[in-house]
């Protein structure tokens, strides 16, 4: 396999960084500014309710550990190997009770959306990029000399 054509990570390597949302962290394995792709390793807290949100792009998803289920749905359960493809277009409210944590592919942006469905925020490949860099460079910066990455 030719070096350029592939890009890989182990993500039990990298730092978990706070997200968007209180209570989640994320890790940033891949962002794509041509395709507006990225990919994450996403961990959420118990207890911690995603407000309403709007999906520009398609996200695939599989859930690691713990799970959700979504507001309108309550009775759908998103367990450990559970693989969700959420459309473009796509407009809901996860609820994670218990904790939860999943790899996710994110097809463009994501808009959070208030009770009357107007756009209270956007997060997309932009964003994480630029919130990775800032949150492990002061991670990096934190470190005495010689200590090991956390």
Known sequence: MQRDTLIYCKPDDLPWVPWALPGADFKLLHADP???RF??????????????????GAVEGCVLAGGFYYDD?????????????????AVHRP?????????????????????????????????????????????RRARSPGQAPA
Not at 39 to 56: C, E, F, T
Not at 82 to 88: A, G, I, K, N, S
Request: charged letters at 20%; one cysteine or more.
């Open 39 to 56: 990919s994450l390793m996403i961990r959420l807290a118990g207890g911690v309710d995603a407000p309403m949100h709007r999906h520009i």
């Open 95 to 139: 609820v994670c009770p218990h904790g939860a944590e999943m790899f996710a592919v994110y097809y463009g942006a994501v808009e959070g959306l208030d009770a009357a469905g107007n756009v209270t925020g956007r997060i997309d490949w932009r964003w994480h990029v630029k919130a990775w860099r800032l949150r492990t460079a002061s991670a």
């Open 34 to 36: 041509d395709s507006g």
């Open 73 to 89: 749905q309550p009775d759908v359960w998103f367990g450990p190997g559970c693989y969700l493809l959420e459309r473009d277009g």
